[in-house]
């Protein structure tokens, strides 16, 4: 599968996302304060910032190359996990969706043992809990739970 339209699309579909999300970290949640340090906006704005300038660079990329962009099976599997995630994240909440994506791509698709699989999930749960839920104070989506508890 192939497109020549998705070379210059997708890169102004990130710009435009990556300007809402840096002027909704920066205005609506914070960056930074002066007693308490880093505001729950001060990772999405930076990722943000960072988003915008990898889709210029694209967007620039996209007018210098002519072939049309190729498309393969496994590449598009990341996309369906992508989409899989945000579904996900409405029904059981982002953190289990985050450790379930990482399970199941580390076992069937990377076909790792248990044991590299549950040290990456302790690292990842490390920092998702610790550094974003705690340190930065991130309030995740808990999907249905959030109507139990």
Do not use: C, H
């Not at 002066?34 to 967007?59: K, Q, R, T, W």
């Amino acid at each position: 599968m192939t497109s020549t339209k998705t070379k210059r699309l997708t890169p102004i579909i990130f710009i435009v996302m990556g300007l809402v999300f840096a002027y909704l970290g920066f205005n609506e949640f914070g960056f930074w304060s002066e007693v308490d340090g880093p505001l729950p906006g001060f990772f999405p704005s930076i990722m943000a910032i960072v988003m915008v300038f990898a889709g210029i660079v694209s967007l620039i990329q996209s007018f210098k190359d002519t072939k049309a962009a190729e498309y393969n099976g496994p590449e598009l599997l990341v996309v369906a996990g992508g989409i899989g995630i945000f579904v996900s994240t409405f029904i059981i909440g982002l953190v289990p969706t985050i450790f379930l994506y990482i399970i199941l791509w580390l076992k069937l698709y990377e076909k790792a043992p248990w044991k590299p699989t549950l040290v990456v999930l302790g690292v990842a749960a490390a920092i998702t809990i610790g550094v974003f839920g705690m340190w930065l104070g991130i309030q995740f989506p808990m999907g249905v739970f959030e109507n139990i508890l």
